[in-house]
């Protein structure tokens, strides 16, 4: 499974951005999406995540409120709607698939198989 992530920018704070992120394939209803975010010098860290089969999302408390996941089944696509965008949120975007969706572990990059090239997210203040 390839994944193209894309939509990155360069954006001042309290702007917006959305990301997007494609699979090369059908995405089962076992699996799960979701993006990670990784700033320099900063180890890789969860942001939010779809569970394919119920549709329940999940967010990083670092996000909730500003970040909208979302996704169309049809294109096999996944989004992430960046609101009120703080310096803080300056980093690489991947966006991974989990094949098999274990519970409570949706935020560990460990569980996911399958990862993007990464997108850009640069806020400036």
């Known amino acids: 499974v390839q994944l193209q992530a894309s939509g990155g920018g360069l954006v001042q704070a309290g702007g917006s951005l959305r990301l997007t992120c494609t699979a090369s394939r059908r995405i089962g209803l076992s699996g799960g999406l979701s993006w990670f975010r990784q700033a320099p010098g900063k180890e890789r860290e969860f942001v939010a995540a779809?569970?394919?089969?119920?549709?329940?999302?999940h967010y990083a408390d670092s996000v909730k409120g500003r970040l909208t996941a979302s996704r169309d089944n049809a294109k096999n696509t996944m989004y992430l709607q960046m609101n009120s965008l703080k310096p803080e949120d300056t980093a690489i975007y991947y966006c991974?698939?989990?094949?098999?969706?274990?519970?409570?572990?949706?935020?560990?990059?460990?569980?996911?198989?399958?990862w993007g090239q990464g997108t850009l997210v640069t806020v400036s203040s």
């Open positions: 779809i569970r394919w089969g119920t549709g329940s999302i």
């Open positions: 991974a698939l989990d094949p098999v969706w274990t519970v409570g572990y949706y935020y560990a990059p460990d569980q996911y198989a399958y």
